[in-house]
């Protein structure tokens, strides 16, 4: 840690902030410039606690060098994390792993048809949202329990495991009994009640990032998660808000590389919601495997114009086995059993 | 709602949607261009949740006029709502309140030290965070329930209504127990089954926006409150996530009279997060005012310097009264009485 | 500065950064920590450029103490500028400055009535633009040379200095032989060789904020005018770029008491082009000027409706003739004499 | 178009609005709704500047359904554009082309030695910046005339065409002379005067988008150019600025398949700007190729660790080669002859 402290800063507040450093059992050693003193902070093991220094007079900023999180980490923790689903294996040089499915579960049918149709395309793991986040409480809110139901059996019925999306507390134990995987959604990346339970668990989850969380956040709300004892976690990039209209998000696919370099867990992506329009999801899966994806979560529908959540961005059952033939040749490039 | 078709749409596509219109008891009205057809969608009222049309070929974009929420729009409900805490009118042509006090609770002295000088200085409401929402999960994380029993105690030794943060759905019934008014952080804003059962009580909330929140997710967000029932509801604008670093958050202060033009519900605003620096707090604060906020929340500590949570943008207890004088005035020059 | 090297940077990669800020005429000063070394760098007198730092390996980032500034920097002249437009003072303590007139000027008549209006009401100086940034070419761009002496003439009429944009560097002359003021414009915020122009000049200048510039970046750009000689500057925030599309642009009242902070040089605000919308100019344009800004500068139009540019955003004579004498008795307040 | 009222517009406004589009020769066809009415605007043939339009009172918004751009729209021109560069073709279904150099010019020996490398190593064409756009004025601002003609030189021994930045008008007819692609950069992108007379040569011309220009506005910038007359143009996406700092810019990778859905132009990546940093380049070419890019532009520099401009992202001769390696594969995948 830095300590900046303003240009016209007196003696008597450049020796408070040392006197506040000790206090906190670190050494404080001060760097006299010639516009300015600094105080480096030494001696702390990962992230300081800084409130009782930042309120001091005479400082101007702060400057971390550690970060907010430590068990997601790679510094201490080299090894890449692989989760295990019902034998399959998430993360690591293993081969990129599709999740696939409806946005929404919205009858038996659909999701069966959708299942089917994900399955035989090469889709190892079914997805489906039983409780859905809405914008406004006037449209479709999610099946909910009935909604879970369906997708168990349809997991069953082709012999896949399930995600789905949970939403509260007390949820967890309902969702656990018939979801392999836990999601927790961008915009409860930061409901950090729900990520301390989530993290009392031993499931299966998968993290999204927030609209505009930082990777720093973003890392930081996956450490509330592994602080609880759960490591079954991997994360999702979903695009985050940005200016452009163009797109429903913008897809920030430099985090691939840069959470493998600052963290041990898997990290997949979510083309459908980052793009928000069927036309690009392809094209960018295509872009998020060769960045380096752990795995994609597409939206399947299997019949988009009919979708009662999302279907502008769910492919029809056609266009994803389409895809999911270009993936299989794009294996071959990047060195993976097909 | 406008649905404007790609500039090669077909004949059969543009018909596609005229029966998905129609299959929504709406009317579809073409209008062709030289360019492209657009399809005027009429017979609605308020929101139509395009989502079984939104996933046919051949549309380029849709454009809503209606908006997702109505019992917060002004257009239904002319008249502003004034929320009532313990006698204190918020909202409407009322004279502004002032909430203040600490960022956090930490213990019965602080917290009793700070009451005792915002009701000097001439706040009216007592705030303090029992639970905490922070980035990671090795910092403070707030004092809980006996947290709770310190705030009470000290609004009723001082006679001030008291508001507090509430984060998880099983602690509303504590929380409502001790807390005139609940407050709904900006991280929990699209946490939409904590906004279901905020709106199922019958106690007045204040609701934040959230960090990338736009103003119509902000509203809405609230709208979820109203639909359950819950109309004691006031809104609060603590800045919004850009791309200036130099303030923790960008203080968006055009959404207080473009709130107050849509909605009838109180807007304030908390200077103390928007900014994020102490010294910017009372020159934004005043301005807040002169934009037409109905109040403000402001972090007040006896000693910021030790403060376990925000130190840096707490004002002290001689700026707080210092700051009340210079608002004493303003309100003269806005026509309230002192 | 402080170096912040990777967990796993190993003593030779330390060795080489060190040699590589000694090549600087600096001293290297290694802090040891637990998880990571830092290197101090001591001795430089402002900004120092770390290109040929940047690049070595086992570098995790660069942390900057000393800005990219120093002439427009409060730190090295206290004493607040004020720029002087003959006999008019913008600046300092004085009272604040009101500029206004038409977004584009359009024919005589227009800026005749316009001019008219705005002295009366009480404007100090007049507004047009004869030279047009617009996103496309198919639109209005500008009267030209034509406007310039329009705008010269209606200033001479009424007895008002007048601002206009300058769009190149060949327009200079031409541009400071009709105007008294110099507007760079947000889209020339970096457009360093206009800028160099311009510093080389002795003719006062006004500098908006670029829609996604940072303080420190504006900062940065204001000291290229500096630097060539011209320190007849005043700063003006006109609304920065984030999500929020309900108004044009998001107005960033803070950067107001902040360039006060950081800077000796006056800063004005545009609330026509930061708001985008007639009815939220006025409440705007007090809020600034309680947030401390020297000057607002205003759009006026004799008839909006038939405005060829920003028409929505422009007020009425009535209208501005209104606030005008609302700004008139927040003068008292703020303490000013009327 | 379509214009929608106000809730409680009255007659006497809607029919303002009325004679107003009349006025521009177009058909107004009023949609009443139950909750506003909504004015569809006929037969316009393209962008309508709604400018006499915007100011009318009783509007609440303007929806757009034409574009502020013709010429560059795929809508009139279907077949996508090849930029031809002494035999080397940019665009279309050619094969992509790689642009790599030094970010900035510093010595002849420093240009040959990244000219033979990139040569040896594949590259089609030489960068490299005699003109430096620099966030503040006392850093490295380029070698300028003598710059262009290391670069020509160079150019010439290795036998590649070569590209570099104009920043103002006055360079153009140098810059021509001695550069074979003319580079208008990001903080240009909205210089609109660069643009028309860049429009104005027939030379190649790479446009870089702004740092917070969307999408619409890159390509409304683009038709300033072919609006002159000049149809050699190729876009370039270089990182948008949004919330995140872990990198210097957020690469948005889905601008690819949406330009080239939305425009005939060849478009571009620099995934050297986009990231900031070394260690991203490699990966990030590799996805922005496979999303469909018509070609990367690279920085190269023989000895980052002492460049004197943004050493951090480029990539040594070493590191450039072995990428060169991993594209020649991906070609093969993709399609392309190696």
Known sequence: MLIVMEHNADPEQIEKVKKAVSALGLRAEPIPGSERTAIGVLGNRGWVDDATIRGLPGIREILHVSKPYKLVSRDFHPRTTVVRVKGIAIGGGERPVILAGPCAIESEGQVLAAAHAVKKAGAQILRGGAFKPRTGPHTFQGMGLEGLKILRRAGDEVGMPVITEVMRIEQLDQVCQYADILQVGARNMQNFDLLKEVGKLRHPV????????????????????????????????????TFEQATRNTLDLSVVPIIQELSHLPILVDPSHATGRRALVPVMSKAALVAGAHGLIIEVHPAPESALCDGAQSLTPEGFSSLMGEISQLYEYLGFPG
């Not at 709300?221 to 079954?232: H, K, P, T, V």
């Open 206 to 241: 998968m993290l999204k990032r927030g609209m505009c969380a930082s990777i720093e956040e973003f890392l930081a709300a996956a450490e509330y998660i592994l602080a609880e004892g759960n490591s079954d976690l991997m994360l999702c990039e979903r695009g985050i808000r």
